[in-house]
């Protein structure tokens, strides 16, 4: 008797489950209605658009025009007149050499200069008086020809005295040291009392023309050759460039890019590209490394997709899409470069697609409908983090075929249980 009661309770129990699972497998697998509508997800659609590939590289920043002030005369320096670190336009005097050797140079070759004119004057007279003696032979003919080549000589020496007169005027004037070029001085590397050198070429302050700066940056002979063939063989010429500070912000000034080496580096197999900034407020300093964003190629029909709308894994990129019946469903897709905090999605995608990127955390049924909503860059995620989601929502995506697949033959295993109970 005690078995005979056991067996109703077994079967009532098995018949409970059977009935339990399938509600279960009724409410996911039917369509949220009533008082439970379907989730909201933001979404957003697949656009085909020329998307630019940009790339970061680094980059050294160079004056535009460096200029090193330097002795060209001997003497000792008597005094500075510019200011450290200043603006100093070409031709200002920045160092003063004791000019009094020079200045006297300068008296002696001009006295010179008066002798050999003086005696100019006499050589040309007697030249001219010997003239008709010499055409009615009242002189000899070697004396003539003697009174002409001093008149010559006189006129050579009047020359030699002249340059003479020249070059102590130059040295004269090298005794001020003026700047060469416009642009900002650094600090003098000399003070008032030092002697300098011609000979040594001594260095007494650089000057640095900085309106404008050069960047130049190296990058792969590999990938330069790869992003000119995606751009059809197109020069780099005027390619605008953005600089990115120490602190990740963007300098408002665009600049463009001049020129690629023509030659790789063989130690390295790098290529050398300079590019030209405006620089009218100094706010890149010569020396000073930054990162360089610049455009090289671009591809003419590619889709972006925001981060967290991509799930990233060892098994492949992909993304959740919303399908026709409101159903999201796991699409493998490839990802190329990050433009702007998105995906270049490369293949997997169509233009008018609606892909998820936000909202995972709502999608809780498997193979649920699901209520697209057009997302927002500025919107924040409700929980968590959407890459996270992402990933749980595309597994969950990616199982829901196997789930309801796997419901059916539960169903199936209880009936026959509650058979025995109903022909009892």
């Given amino acids: 008797m005690r078995q005979a009661h056991l067996f109703p309770r077994h079967i009532a129990s098995a018949a409970l489950f059977a009935l339990l699972a399938a509600c279960g497998a009724k409410d996911a697998a039917a369509p949220a209605g009533g008082n439970h509508p379907p989730p909201e997800v933001g979404v957003i659609t697949a656009i085909s658009d020329t998307v630019a590939l940009q790339t970061e590289l680094p980059g050294r920043v160079e004056a535009l025009r460096v200029a090193q002030v330097r002795a060209r005369v001997n003497g000792v320096i008597v005094k500075r007149l510019f200011r450290e670190g200043s603006d100093v336009k070409a031709g200002d005097v920045l160092f003063q050499i004791d000019p009094a050797p020079y200045q006297a140079a300068l008296a002696s070759a001009q006295a010179a200069l008066g002798k050999a004119q003086a005696n100019l004057v006499q050589a040309a007279a007697q030249a001219e008086r010997y003239k008709p003696l010499a055409a009615a032979s009242a002189v000899s003919q070697q004396e003539y020809v003697a009174v002409v080549a001093a008149h010559q000589q006189a006129l050579a020496d009047v020359a030699a005295a002249k340059a003479q007169v020249q070059i102590a005027q130059i040295n004269a004037g090298y005794a001020s040291v003026t700047a060469p070029i416009d642009g900002r001085i650094g600090r003098a590397l000399v003070t008032e009392g030092a002697l300098v050198s011609a000979t040594e070429a001594t260095q007494l302050a650089l000057v640095q023309q900085t309106n404008s700066v050069y960047l130049t940056m190296t990058q792969s002979a590999q990938e330069l050759q790869r992003l000119r063939q995606q751009a059809g063989g197109k020069g780099d010429v005027a390619t605008p460039v953005t600089v990115l500070l120490d602190d990740g912000s963007e300098l408002p000034r665009k600049g463009k890019l001049l020129f690629s080496d023509v030659s790789v580096d063989p130690t390295s197999g790098q290529v050398t590209l300079r590019a030209e900034v405006p620089n009218p407020d100094n706010a890149l300093l010569p020396g000073q490394y930054v990162r360089v964003r610049l455009s090289q190629a671009s591809l003419p029909s590619a889709i972006l997709v925001p981060q967290q709308g991509v799930n990233r894994s060892g098994q492949g990129d992909s993304v959740v899409v919303v399908g026709a019946d409101g159903k999201p469903a796991q699409r493998k897709v490839q990802v190329g470069a990050a433009v702007n905090g998105n995906w270049v999605i490369l293949d997997g995608l169509k233009a008018g697609e609606q892909v998820i990127v936000d ?66």
């Fill in 359 to 424: 909202g995972f955390q709502k999608m809780m049924v498997p193979g649920a409908p699901v209520k697209p909503v057009p997302w927002k860059p500025g919107a924040k995620p409700d929980s968590g983090t959407n890459a996270q989601a992402s990933a749980s929502a595309s597994a969950a995506v990616a199982t829901s075929s196997a789930a309801s697949a796997s419901a059916t033959p539960a169903a199936a295993s209880v009936a026959p249980v509650a058979k025995p109970q109903a022909a009892k």
